[in-house]
């Protein structure tokens, strides 16, 4: 089973966590910041805490993948992950991850509230639709080229840079580079993709 763990916690006022175990015990539900996980196994820790501190927030997951041979299965659809994908989910839908060497599989997953980024959507332009429109032939799995890897990445940083701001202007900076992100993710998933994906009877759970 395939792990994300949180290496860098993104840090904000309404939310503490406890790192002296190598754990994450969330304290206050995830509104005004983003995690960014890179081990399946943080990542679980963050959803049993979840579910402990019973809160039934709605939370979207964007996994980057940067190693290929893991499965994916999110609700009846299994992925067969490759490097350079990007998934897509939400706390609304159930998952699993597969994968055959966890502690050489590299990965990314953020984590975040879509209340945080409500303020800047237009009737024009709702930035968490493809987290939340599900047609029949949807697919969770998209590859991207290597100009969109770097263009993540970038965004990617710049969302840790704002969970550990140094400087004035970090935490703004995290927002806006979650937005940029967004608004990239949205236009690769209005783009016909390769479907790889099968359906499965592999047993899964939910998140909440």
Same mark, same amino acid.
């Given at each position: 089973? %395939?792990?994300?763990?949180?290496?860098?916690?993104?840090?904000?006022?309404?939310?503490?966590?406890?790192?002296?175990?190598?754990?994450?015990?969330?304290?206050?539900?995830?509104?005004?910041?983003?995690?960014?996980?890179?081990? @399946?196994?943080? @990542?679980?820790?963050?959803? &049993?805490?979840?579910?402990?501190?019973?809160?039934?927030?709605?939370?979207? @997951?964007? @996994?980057?993948?940067?190693?290929?041979?893991?499965?994916?299965?999110?609700?009846?659809?299994?992925?067969?992950?490759?490097?350079?994908?990007?998934?897509?989910?939400?706390?609304?839908?159930?998952?699993?991850?597969?994968?055959?060497?966890?502690?050489? *599989?590299?990965?990314?997953?953020?984590?975040?509230?879509?209340?945080?980024?409500?303020?800047?959507?237009?009737?024009?332009?709702?930035?968490?639709?493809?987290?939340?429109?599900?047609?029949?032939?949807?697919? &969770?799995?998209?590859?991207?080229?290597?100009?969109?890897?770097?263009?993540?990445?970038? *965004?990617? &940083?710049?969302?840790?840079?704002?969970?550990?701001?140094?400087? *004035?202007?970090?935490?703004?900076?995290?927002?806006?580079?979650?937005?940029? %992100?967004? %608004?990239?993710?949205?236009?690769? *998933?209005?783009?016909?993709?390769?479907?790889?994906?099968?359906?499965?009877?592999?047993? &899964?759970?939910?998140?909440?």
């Amino acid at each position: 089973m %395939l792990v994300y763990r949180s290496d860098r916690i993104a840090k904000s006022q309404k939310k503490r966590y406890n790192e002296s175990k190598g754990g994450v015990s969330m304290t206050e539900p995830i509104l005004d910041s983003v995690i960014i996980c890179s081990n @399946f196994n943080q @990542f679980q820790t963050w959803l &049993h805490n979840v579910r402990q501190a019973n809160d039934f927030y709605d939370y979207y @997951f964007i @996994f980057i993948l940067y190693t290929s041979g893991a499965n994916i299965l999110i609700d009846d659809k299994l992925y067969e992950a490759q490097k350079g994908d990007i998934v897509i989910s939400s706390s609304m839908e159930y998952y699993k991850v597969i994968a055959p060497n966890e502690d050489q *599989y590299q990965s990314a997953v953020l984590i975040f509230n879509p209340a945080y980024v409500k303020f800047a959507e237009t009737s024009q332009t709702e930035l968490t639709d493809c987290f939340q429109t599900r047609t029949e032939n949807f697919s &969770h799995l998209r590859s991207l080229t290597k100009e969109q890897i770097a263009t993540v990445n970038s *965004y990617i &940083h710049e969302i840790e840079r704002g969970g550990n701001p140094t400087q *004035y202007g970090d935490q703004v900076l995290m927002r806006v580079a979650l937005i940029e %992100l967004l %608004l990239l993710i949205h236009m690769i *998933y209005q783009e016909p993709g390769e479907i790889r994906h099968n359906s499965s009877s592999i047993s &899964h759970q939910k998140i909440h």
